[in-house]
């Protein structure tokens, strides 16, 4: 079975720091691209951050890019998402998952950014 649990969110001020962790199970995670999605309240699902098997690619949405960073722990089958000098604009559900749409994602972990 197929299991994406993230964690690591929470409340930060703007201009602070969250790194997101995403456990996974049940599928090869060597062997496929992983990505972020995260969607904000009323909007649709919005691409983050994407990342190539063997760590050799790694692609950024242009509203993240230089402030967020997504690696991976072969070891571990986990996924993460430094995120940095974080905005309100940030605020969203992030999700890990699978393909770059956020089909097949977990249920992902809230992240609030406000003073």
């Known amino acids: 079975q197929v299991r994406l649990m993230e964690s690591g969110g929470g409340l930060v001020q703007p201009g602070g720091s969250l790194r997101l962790s995403c456990a996974t199970s049940g599928f090869n995670f060597n062997h496929d691209w992983m990505f972020w999605v995260r969607q904000a309240p009323g909007k649709e699902l919005e691409w983050v951050a994407g990342?190539?098997?063997?760590?050799?690619?790694?692609e950024y949405a242009d509203s993240v890019e230089g402030r967020f960073s997504i690696s991976r722990d072969y070891a571990s089958n986990t996924l993460y998402l430094q995120m940095n000098n974080l905005t309100p604009e940030d605020t969203a559900l992030y999700y890990c998952a699978r393909d770059s749409k956020g089909t097949l994602r977990g249920q992902g972990t809230q992240v609030t950014v406000s003073s």
């Open positions: 990342m190539s098997l063997g760590s050799t690619e790694k």
